[in-house]
């Protein structure tokens, strides 16, 4: 494998990724950062899918929190990465699942449209809250409203049935409980624990590179025993 997606979750933009990307490019790897809010489930998937049968080989292919929904009804991806995110089985979607902390949804606020928004100031403290201020800022300048129902949507497919897969539990996560993230990490084949929040695409993102350069370079399928990996 030598090319990697990058799926972001709701709210956000492909620009959240930017860090992560820059990085990776500079070493010569090949990214694709699709842009969702396409207004479903099956539509953002749609968009994702697009982009992997683009590329000339299976990519790794990375979604986070709602991304997680995403990328499980991919076809052809090479090895899927859930970061804090919805693993989905057969009838089961990402509200279904568990949804939303308490915090977050206390930071959404709905418009007028149907649509929903964050209020500034809890997203920071839910989505990045430990992520230095200056990169708080900017990550919360880039999120944008939310059309209606695309956390209700189900997969067609379940990816991580056939790929392999490697799940990050954020275990200082605000947004999705660190409990049910191990939970839905079970499906997976192997499994990492991160001590960050909810964003380490914004606060750490050498984590996700590293992470990426190492399933980039062995491109080994992991067991599902394989143990969990504590990292800071």
Request: aromatic share 6%; proline share 7%; charged share 20%.
């Amino acid at each position: 494998m030598t090319s990697v997606v990058l799926v972001h979750g709701l709210y956000h933009r492909p620009e959240h990724f930017a860090m992560v990307a820059e990085r990776l490019r500079t070493a010569g790897t090949e990214v694709v950062v699709p842009e969702l809010h396409q207004g479903s489930l099956a539509a953002d998937t749609a968009s994702v899918q697009a982009a992997v049968d683009a590329l000339q080989e299976p990519p790794i292919v990375l979604g986070h929190s709602y991304g997680g929904s995403v990328i499980t009804g991919l076809r052809g991806a090479g090895h899927l990465v859930y970061l804090a995110a919805f693993v989905p089985d057969a009838g089961e979607s990402s509200a279904g699942l568990g949804g939303a902390s308490p915090q977050l949804q206390n930071a959404i606020n709905p418009e007028p449209d149907g649509s929903t928004s964050l209020h500034p100031g809890r997203a920071v403290d839910t989505f990045y809250g430990d992520c230095p201020e200056p990169l708080a800022a900017w990550a919360v300048g880039l999120l944008r409203a939310q059309a209606p129902g695309c956390g209700r949507g189900v997969p067609e497919h379940h990816s991580w049935k056939d790929a392999a897969s490697t799940y990050v539990v954020c275990a200082r996560d605000r947004a999705i409980d660190p409990v049910l993230q191990r939970k839905m990490a079970l499906r997976c084949t192997s499994v990492r624990e991160w001590q960050t929040g909810h964003s380490p695409f914004v606060g750490q993102p050498d984590l996700i590179v590293e992470l990426l350069q190492e399933l980039l370079a062995s491109n080994i399928p992991r067991r599902r025993d394989e143990g969990v990996t504590t990292t800071r």
